[in-house]
C-alpha cells in the first residue's frame, strides 16, 4: 500500500441558503474551487488520473456533477470523473475514493471535494401533475389537451419542499432535526447545554475569521447576477451571538418538548470545497509540499434514527486502521449538524456504561477534550453544504494542524441515513 497525502486544498465562503451564493449552481461552485487548487499547485491539468466530487442533489442539468466540474475547470476532456454520494459524508467519501485508488496503485493523482447549492434543491410537484401534463403533450388537439387540463386540481399546485423531502429519512420517517431530539431526550442534553455549545461555535468562529485563520482556506468569490460584490468570508456567523438571544428562539422539530432550535443546529448552506491527493512519491517528485498524509479512514452503520452518534461508531475503526490510540490525537474536527448529536458524541466517548450500551466496548473511546474539538468553530457557525462538509473538516484540521505544528488529527461526521464517517490524518 503506497503512502496517499494531500499537498493543496482551498474552499468558498461558506454563505446561508438564499443569500449571496442563491445565484450560483452547484457546479459553478465547484468548478471555482477545482480550478483554483490546480493554479495553486501549478500541477499540469494533463497529470491528473480522474476527479471524484461528492454531492447530495444532483442537479438535473448537470448529472454526475463532478464531469461537469472538471471539464468547466479547465481538465482534459481524457481525464475521467465520477459523482459519489454518502449523504453528509460525501466530501469525506471523495477523499476515501482517491485514497483507495492511489494507495492501490490504480492512480497517482486525483482531485478530491464535494459540493452543494441547497439554495437550488428543486421544488417538486405531485405525481398527478406530472400526469396531467404528460397527457396534454401527448394530445394532438386542442380539445384533447383541453380534456387533459380539465383533470388539474388544486391540490396538484401545491409545491413539495425537495429540501425538505432530502432531510427527512425514509426508514425511521424522521427529519434530521427529529434524529437530534432523539439524542437530546434520551441523554437528557438540556436546552441550555445545546445553547452554550452554539454560542461556543460562534466566538469560536468570530476569532478564526477576525484574525484572518479562516481566510487562508478561503478563495474570495464574486456571485452572480451583478458581480460587483466580494464574498470572503462565510456568512452565517453570529458575531454578536449572546445566550439571551438563542434562549428566544422557538424549538423547531418539537414544539411542545423539544429543544433543538435554528440556533443550535447547523445552517442550510450553500459551498464547495476541494484538495489534490496524490501519492508521496508522485508528489515529492513535483516538489510539492505536503499538508497531511491520509493514515486511515472508516465508516460505520447505525440506526437511522440516532444517526447522529455515527462519529462513536465510525472513530474506533479509522483509529485502529491508522495504528492510532485516542490519546494520539492532538486536535479533532467533529462536524456540528447538531449541538446535541456533538454533546451526546462527547457522553458517549468518555462514558463506559454508554460506550457498552452504543457502541458494545468494554472501554471507553476517550474524553474529547474541547480545547482541541472545533477551535475555529463549527458548521453551527460556518454552515453545512452537505456534499462539501467532509472535505471541509479534513481542509480546516489540516490548516490549523500546520498552524500549531501538531502531528496527528481527527475529522469525524454523522451521516444522515444512519452512519458516520471518520479519518485520520498526519502532518508532514
Known sequence: MRDVVIVEGIRTPYAKAGTDFKDLPAQELGRIVVHEIIERSGIDPEIIDEVVIGNIAQPPEA????????????????????????????????????????????????VAG????????????????????????????????????????????????GLQVGLTDPVCDLNMGETAEVLAKEFHITREEQDRFALLS?????????????????????????????????????????MEALAKLKTVFDRDYGSVTAGNASQITDGAAAVLVMSAERAKALGLKIMGKVRGYAFAGLDPARMGLGPSMATPKALKLAGVSFKDIQLIELNEAFAAQVIANEMVFRDRNLSQKWLRREEPIGEINRDILNVNGGAIALGHPVGSSGTRLVLTLLKEMERRNLNLGLATLCVGGGQGGAMVVERG
Not at 86 to 95: F, H, L, T
Not at 144 to 150: M, P
Not at 214 to 242: A, F, S
Request: hydrophobic share 40%; proline share 8%; net charge positive.
Open 202 to 242: 460562534h466566538q469560536r468562529a468570530t476569532w478564526a475569521t477576525d484574525s484572518g485563520k479562516l481566510r487562508e482556506e478561503i478563495i474570495p468569490v464574486m456571485p452572480p447576477p451583478k458581480y460587483n460584490t466580494v464574498v470572503d468570508e462565510d456568512n452565517g456567523i453570529r458575531k454578536n451571538q449572546t
Open 63 to 110: 448529472t454526475n456533477i463532478a464531469r461537469v466540474i472538471a471539464l468547466n475547470s479547465g481538465i482534459p476532456r481524457h481525464v475521467p470523473a465520477v459523482t459519489v454520494a454518502r449523504n453528509c459524508a460525501s466530501g469525506m467519501e471523495a477523499i476515501a475514493n482517491a485514497h483507495l485508488k492511489i494507495s492501490a496503485g490504480l492512480a497517482d493523482v486525483m
Open 114 to 161: 464535494g459540493v452543494e447549492s441547497m439554495s437550488n434543491i428543486p421544488i417538486l410537484y405531485p405525481p398527478e401533475y406530472a400526469e396531467v401534463l404528460a397527457e396534454a403533450a401527448k394530445a394532438k388537439s386542442v380539445g384533447q389537451r383541453l380534456s387533459a387540463f380539465s383533470h388539474m386540481r388544486p391540490k396538484h399546485f401545491k409545491p413539495i419542499i
